[in-house]
């Protein structure tokens, strides 16, 4: 089953830690946000492989926007 990481907040997508198809660890940081000048990792809650990014780097997103597809 895949898991879907969604935003929690607007922020700016600030950097991207890994690629498609990087295998990932539960709770591994797979992009990190910037808002109101504070970084926020954004973490997976399962293990398996990078399916899909739906960001890049300087993207501005919005509260619920898809950020990966974890398979």
């Known amino acids: ?17 890994v690629a498609e198809g990087d295998a990932v660890e539960a709770g591994t940081t797979l992009v990190i ?3 109101m000048k504070m970084e926020i990792p954004v973490l997976t809650e399962t293990a398996g492989t990078v399916k899909a990014l739906k960001v890049a780097e300087g993207d501005v997103i ?3 926007d898809l950020i990966a597809v974890i398979s």
């Not at 879907?4 to 907040?9: D, K, Q, S, T």
């Open 1 to 17: 089953m895949a898991e879907e990481v969604y935003a929690e907040m607007v922020a700016n997508v600030a950097q991207i830690v």
């Open 33 to 35: 946000l910037e808002s």
């Open 62 to 64: 919005q509260e619920g």
